[in-house]
């Protein structure tokens, strides 16, 4: 079983994730971690931190000659921008006061944080709260997409809605097909949204450069969807076995997301169980087959074979150039929360990172399922697992 935990504060020296359980013999390069964090620090409407950073993996143990070997990895990605705080997040006493931050953010960890640890420099809050955490958490992910690979099993994450400006170009489409359509754009616009309708893309780098214009922030929709998962990952017998609450408490752990829902999620409310639930069929050469796919590939917490369809919301970032009112919690006087930099839009992110995070989720269950922690033997047992699907 795959448990990672991440350390480290946004502007502190770095940061740091150890991954346990991950199967040994699996190959990884470290180009493959650095493209994803290339990738996560991406897409229109970055603030300007992204401009400070240049996310580089330091792998400090679990991987030799570029195989891993059972043992826990641990990744250590270094803050370039801690060279401006060394003072300010120093980690031994200073004789030099500093800024206190003392404004909570609406929508932010501030004030609930400051509240739980009796903080009353909020920094102690925001600082771990930044989404700049997911920088180590990405790299789990990025190991678990590599090792689902060699059992073909696929993960998009990608936008499909920012600003309300919503696309459905995307449904019937494969993985290959979406990608395509994502690159294309990103040649055409020269901006990467992630955002497989070309025609919207025009009217959605206008909402952003308006946003950016007027201090504000936006928010979108981001969907996950999984390829060539088996059948029967996951389980129905306890609660806290089921894969969609899984994906679904980890997805809802990304900084922003407010909603999780699989398949045709909430719309199921507006269709009686006859229109809505995915008959099954049989033929020989498919084996049980649907004609629909509204459960988003899982049944009871157990995937059914069928694509994993995820979608989540992402609220726009509570760090707003202009301001929203708070109150200072040392004068308990109205004030305007204060600015230091922020993203616009940080949607085509926060896909990337989902992406990863879905990948953690089903390697778990692929990995409870078939029982070991050797890639060799993974594999010889995943083919026995199949055939029985196939004789099933
Ligand atoms: C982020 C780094 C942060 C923010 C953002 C994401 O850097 P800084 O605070 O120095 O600008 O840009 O964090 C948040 C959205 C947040 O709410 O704190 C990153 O690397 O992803």
Not at 183 to 209: A, C, G, Q, T, W
Not at 243 to 262: C, H, N, R, T
Not at 320 to 329: A, F, Q
Request: hydrophobic share 35%; charged share 25%.
């Amino acid at each position: 079983m795959i448990r990672y935990l991440t350390a480290g504060e946004s502007h502190g020296k770095g940061l740091t994730v150890i991954i346990d359980g991950v199967p040994s013999n699996l190959k990884i390069d470290e180009r493959e971690l650095n493209f994803i964090l290339s990738e996560r620090q991406k897409g229109y409407g970055r603030g300007g931190r992204q401009k400070i950073e240049n996310d580089r993996v330091e792998i400090l143990s679990g991987i030799r000659f570029g195989k891993t070997i059972g043992s826990p990895v641990s990744v250590f990605i270094k803050n370039n921008d801690y060279e401006n705080w060394k003072s300010r997040m120093s980690i031994t006493p200073i004789n030099q006061s500093v800024d206190e931050f003392l404004i909570p953010r609406p929508g932010h960890a501030d004030l609930s944080g400051g509240i739980r640890f009796n903080h009353r420099d909020l920094r102690n809050v925001l600082e771990r709260a930044s989404a700049r955490e997911t920088a180590a958490r990405i790299i789990a992910g990025a190991i678990c997409k590599i090792l689902l690979k060699e059992f073909n099993i696929e993960i998009l994450g990608y936008v499909v809605n920012i600003a309300g400006i919503a696309t459905d170009i995307d449904e019937g489409l494969d993985i290959k097909e979406i990608i395509k359509k994502v690159e294309d754009d990103k040649e055409k616009f020269k901006v990467d949204l992630r955002y497989p309708d070309s025609k919207k893309i025009p009217h959605i780098i206008k909402k952003i450069n308006s946003a950016m214009k007027k201090g504000d922030t936006l928010g979108g929709i981001i969907k996950i969807i999984a390829e060539g998962v088996p059948p029967g990952l996951g389980d129905y017998t306890q609660w806290d076995r089921k894969l969609d609450g899984k994906i679904a408490m980890s997805l809802m752990s990304l900084q922003s997301i407010k909603g999780v829902e699989f398949g045709a999620g909430f719309s199921y409310a507006n269709y009686s169980g006859s229109l809505i639930h995915d008959a099954i069929y049989y033929s020989k050469n498919k084996g049980y087959y649907r004609k629909t796919n509204n459960a988003g590939g899982i049944e009871g917490g157990v995937t059914n074979g069928n694509k994993i369809i995820i979608r989540a919301v992402v609220k726009p970032i509570s760090t707003l150039r202009k301001g929203i009112d708070s109150v200072n919690i040392k004068t308990k006087l109205k004030s305007r929360t204060v600015y230091e930099r922020s993203d616009v839009c940080v949607v085509p992110a926060a896909s990337v990172i989902a992406e990863n995070l879905v990948a953690i989720e089903i390697t778990n269950a692929l990995m409870e399922h078939i029982g070991c922690v050797e890639l060799g033997l993974m594999k010889k047992n995943y083919k026995s697992y199949l055939r029985h699907i196939r004789n099933y």
